[in-house]
């Protein structure tokens, strides 16, 4: 019986032991935390967002991947055709 109570004594002993190593280690390894100023946000006048230009994009230029190409236009004329008259 006395080799159980004094291994119920060394057991935590030994694993808080193995423990506070442990964490001196991580400690010592961890790399510092950089503190971070926070970002102050300024909203714009009403005179300075009505000066701010907007960007437009110039799309009347022509479609590199069609070049070449000739589109076949599936429109249907209004009026009909006469079909040409039969020789004798």
Same mark, same amino acid.
């Given at each position: 019986?006395?080799? /159980? /109570?004094? *291994?119920?004594? *060394?057991?935590?002993?030994?694993?808080?032991?193995?423990?506070?190593?442990?964490? !001196?280690?991580?400690?010592?390894?961890?790399?510092?935390?950089?503190?971070?100023? $926070?970002?102050?946000?300024?909203?714009?006048?009403?005179?300075?967002?009505? &000066?701010?230009? *907007?960007?437009? $994009?110039?799309?009347?230029?022509?479609?590199?991947?069609? /070049?070449?190409? !000739?589109?076949? &236009?599936? !429109? !249907?004329?209004?009026?009909?055709?006469?079909?040409?008259? $039969?020789? $004798?």
């Amino acid at each position: 019986m006395k080799n /159980k /109570k004094t *291994l119920y004594l *060394l057991v935590p002993l030994v694993v808080g032991l193995w423990g506070l190593i442990g964490y !001196r280690v991580w400690d010592a390894v961890k790399p510092e935390e950089e503190e971070i100023d $926070p970002i102050s946000i300024v909203p714009l006048a009403a005179s300075q967002a009505d &000066s701010v230009a *907007l960007y437009v $994009p110039d799309l009347q230029y022509p479609d590199p991947f069609l /070049k070449g190409v !000739r589109f076949v &236009s599936n !429109r !249907r004329s209004a009026a009909p055709i006469a079909a040409p008259a $039969p020789q $004798p």
